[in-house]
């Protein structure tokens, strides 16, 4: 699902959706639950793998298409998720068999004080479908002990703050979405992020007690990744990295590949997918003019900028899944996304290099 909804509405606002999703449900199990870790982590590497899957999944992805563009390069829709599909089905996969052997969910910690029955499960499923939730229900099969009944008028209370967060998610997902043409009158996207804070906050639906509860570590790590874009784009590093690249152009098309990939992994892992995108894109679009084969190399090379993850301010699926929380710890930790994001980084390098490489030579026609 999470796939599917980052190809439509973009991996920054699919994954965060589909935790808001799930996260009920996993409330039900163990706080120690392994399958609950691996559901979280799922979530996290189809957004990651799905950033290439179409023209809308990824700012980088936008990102590739407009330099595209602008050089006189153009790519269809049609044609993007022709030669893209192929390898992130095949990435998709390949991690879910290893989320699922990994994290089975036949690996159910089961606490004594907290025994977790399959009819507590089918039951919140299905109070999830009816909706609205009769609330008394769950507690009731799920828990062994008493549970605190609410009265009438605040369980009407809960269900319009319910109802709130759900518009205000909306519309600030639609503004997410429409940034490219409303910049211009309500600023950049991080002017627009500012819009759910606003409301949450003014509307009393989160006040001040709620904000030392946010992790802060993750925020500043993905301010610190932001500031490190920006030193490099303002230093003389690009140019120096711009001269050396310039040199590679006489090299075999699948060497030159494999070493634009490498430099645009290296350069992800550290700064983000989108920030590598704009600051690496536009100079190996010139190295790849000498060899006819823009589009294919510019391709290649950014579904690796969107399959490079292995740290957590690599991309916002993986800050979006280190910020779950619960009991306040989290069900992932930074060496989960090391060890997950780090083999689905060496993964995608192997399948960029062999089904995307052949896949945009035969039938993806990406010859210029």
């Known amino acids: 699902m999470n796939y599917v909804l980052s190809c439509v509405i973009s991996n920054v606002a699919a994954p965060v959706l589909c935790i808001s999703f799930v996260l009920p449900l996993l409330r039900i199990l163990p706080a120690n639950s392994v399958f609950a870790r691996g559901v979280i982590m799922a979530i996290c590497l189809s957004g990651n793998i799905a950033g290439m899957a179409s ?40 991690s879910y068999i290893a989320v699922l052997v990994t994290m089975p969910p036949l690996s159910l ?29 769950v507690p009731s099969i799920c828990s062994p002990t008493k549970v605190k009944r609410e009265t009438p008028q605040q369980l009407d209370v809960a269900r319009r703050q319910m109802r709130a967060v759900k518009v205000i998610t909306l519309v600030s997902v639609a503004l997410w979405l429409a940034s490219p043409i409303i910049s211009d009158y309500v600023g950049p996207t991080s002017m627009i992020s500012l819009i759910p804070v606003v409301l949450l906050f003014g509307t009393g639906l989160l ?7 946010l992790r802060w570590s993750v925020t500043l ?9 920006l030193a490099v784009k303002r230093s003389s590093l690009l140019d120096i990295v ?18 634009l990939s490498g430099v645009m992994t290296c350069v992800a892992a550290f700064i983000s997918h989108t920030v590598s995108a704009i600051l690496l894109l536009p100079i190996m679009i010139v190295v790849a003019e ?5 589009r294919l190399i510019v391709m290649l090379v950014t579904f690796m900028a969107s399959n490079t993850s292995p740290l957590p301010v690599s991309s916002f699926p993986n800050i979006s899944a280190l910020q779950v929380e619960r009991d306040g710890k989290g069900y992932l930790t930074p060496k989960d996304i090391l060890f997950y994001g780090g083999g689905l980084t060496i993964v995608a390098l192997i399948v960029d290099l062999s089904v995307g490489y052949f896949v945009g030579l035969g039938f993806g026609g990406l010859d210029d």
């Open 55 to 94: 023209p809308l999944a990824s700012p980088q992805a936008a990102v590739a298409v407009g330099l595209l563009d602008d050089a006189g390069y153009e790519i269809s829709f049609g044609a993007f998720m022709l030669n893209t599909l192929p390898s992130s089905v095949v990435l998709l996969i390949v």
């Open 109 to 137: 910690s089961l606490s004594p004080s907290t025994p977790l029955m399959p009819d507590c499960i089918v039951s919140y499923i299905a109070v999830l479908v009816t909706m609205p939730p009769d609330i008394d229900t």
């Open 207 to 213: 006040d001040k007690s709620d904000i030392p509860k």
């Open 221 to 229: 790590l993905l301010f610190g990744g932001s500031v490190l874009g």
């Open 242 to 259: 711009s001269e050396s690249l310039s040199t590679l152009e006489s090299l075999d098309l699948w060497v030159l590949v494999l070493v």
């Open 290 to 294: 000498n060899t006819g084969k823009v």
